[in-house]
């Protein structure tokens, strides 16, 4: 019977069915950090139960982290007890922690797949709704609850329904100056926030098997956003080339027995699928969204659409903007690069290159936060930091940073913010913060000019992948 990329990994993964019609599925890897772990140990603690496999857990902290001197004590008092609560938590069960300091710590959704960790084939949970990064190897990754958390470290297992296949494709040649973050961004503004509810979904076609896999890992961390469960890309031979030598990758003989298992992870030619879409990557146009949700995108040089909908309308008035209104020419408070759609070395040499010899807008506030300490340590070893810091711009330490305006890196109330993050939803980046989301080359561009530009005006062959 043919089967889906994605019916190919669950299948392998139950351990059981229930008469409900739900499935008990077997998880490969679990990723905690220090926000949504605490009370999934003090679970275990109260009913004795233990962890099951504490060999399939990596510990690191990420989200409420200070991004300057980290080699301090944290000031804040709710980070400090979330950081020291996981480092105790972490010693009690003999769990491996990638703290601060650690020369793996960073990001989870990004020291994952550069560690070797991620794997094809594999099945991936973590209490972080952005999980489904991974999912750019050919696994099925998902962010958790709190409770499910708690499950996974008693029984390595999940009970979980059976989420429905979609396939999006995307075929063609992307013009230069766009890139995945336009890709996942065009598509979601045009399937909408809800679009993918109940779906996991399959990203094909030629626009993405050109891709790079930190490109892939950028259109797979946004899946959630569309609603889907989680997103994925079969794996490849730019995929294997990703794998091979990293930390925790496998090495010799067992490196080459496990892509001949990967290279059975692919949807057969007549696998079907609940739904499908299809788009061509020459009408994907450099996107920034303008409201307070992802799908809220439209090209660059595009018009506000209009709508009676009073949530719309809602959305606008937050944003200080107005229907059929043209972007170009707005100016800009702030610019962030990070997060786990985009801080890795990539984003970094894609910023740099357009920005070196240049000078960020006066005005402007420039912020780079690398995804994890092996990110910083290879910027610095290629001189990137150097480049960034002579274009005026504040190079920081790893942590998820003013993407969610959890720690110390928020954005004034009012003040609008270009960034290279996930989610731009009211108050996500400090209260009263005004969000829009883009591409790293795009964010550089417009840290340089001060002001949302048409981006296809200044680049010229610029690789973007």
């Not at 001197?69 to 996981?86: E, G, M, R």
């Not at 890709?183 to 779906?199: C, F, P, R």
């Not at 090495?251 to 299809?278: M, P, R, V």
């Amino acid at each position: 019977m043919s089967k889906t990329l994605f019916e190919k990994v669950w299948d392998s993964h139950i351990v059981d069915s229930v008469e409900s019609g739900q499935e008990i599925l077997y998880i490969d890897r679990h990723f905690i950090h220090e926000v949504t772990s605490p009370q999934a140990f003090d679970g275990i603690r109260r009913r004795g139960t233990g962890l099951f496999r504490k060999n399939r857990i990596v510990a690191t902290a990420d989200h409420n982290v200070p991004t300057k001197d980290q080699h301090l004590p944290i000031k804040d008092l709710l980070s400090k007890l979330q950081v020291d609560t996981l480092i105790q938590n972490c010693d009690d069960f003999d769990i491996e922690l990638y703290g601060l300091g650690h020369p793996y710590q960073g990001i989870v959704h990004v020291i994952g797949p550069e560690l070797g960790i991620t794997k094809p084939g594999m099945t991936i949970v973590c209490g972080d709704s952005h999980t489904s990064t991974h999912g750019a190897f050919g696994a099925i990754a998902f962010g958790i609850g709190t409770s499910q958390v708690e499950q996974v470290m008693a029984t390595q297992c999940l009970l979980l329904e059976r989420p429905k296949t979609m396939r999006i494709t995307i075929n063609g040649n992307l013009a230069d100056g766009v890139s995945s973050k336009d890709i996942i961004l065009y598509i979601i503004s045009k399937l909408g926030t809800a679009g993918g509810t109940g779906y996991f979904v399959e990203y094909a076609g030629s626009a993405i098997t050109a891709l790079s896999m930190e490109a892939r890992m950028t259109i797979c961390n946004m899946s959630i956003e569309m609603g889907a469960r989680g997103g994925m890309i079969a794996p490849d031979e730019i995929t294997y080339d990703y794998v091979k030598g990293r930390e925790f990758s496998p090495k010799g003989d067992s490196f080459d027995k496990a892509i001949c298992h990967w290279n059975t992870l692919y949807s057969d030619e007549d696998a079907q699928f609940d739904k499908e879409y299809a788009f061509e990557a020459e009408e994907i146009p450099p996107m920034i969204t303008y409201g307070t949700n992802p799908g809220m995108g439209i090209g660059i040089s595009d018009k506000i659409p209009k709508s009676n909908s009073e949530s719309f309308k809602k959305s606008l008035k937050y944003m200080g903007l107005e229907m059929d209104m043209s972007l170009l020419g707005k100016r800009i408070d702030h610019v962030f690069i990070g997060s786990c759609t985009n801080s890795r070395i990539e984003d970094l040499r894609i910023v740099a290159d357009y920005v070196k010899g240049k000078q960020k807008a006066e005005h402007v506030k420039a912020m780079i936060v690398p995804g994890s300490k092996q990110v910083e340590k290879q910027a610095e070893e290629e001189g990137i930091h150097e480049v960034l810091k002579e274009a005026g711009f504040e190079l920081r330490e790893p942590g998820c940073s003013a993407c969610l305006g959890m720690n110390e890196d928020k954005i004034p109330e009012g003040e609008y913010c270009i960034s290279t993050s996930n989610r731009n939803f009211e108050g996500r980046q400090g209260p009263g913060a005004r969000t829009m989301l883009v591409s790293p080359l795009t964010a550089a561009i417009i840290a340089i000019e001060g002001k949302i530009v048409d981006t296809r005006n200044f680049v010229n062959e610029v690789v973007t992948a």
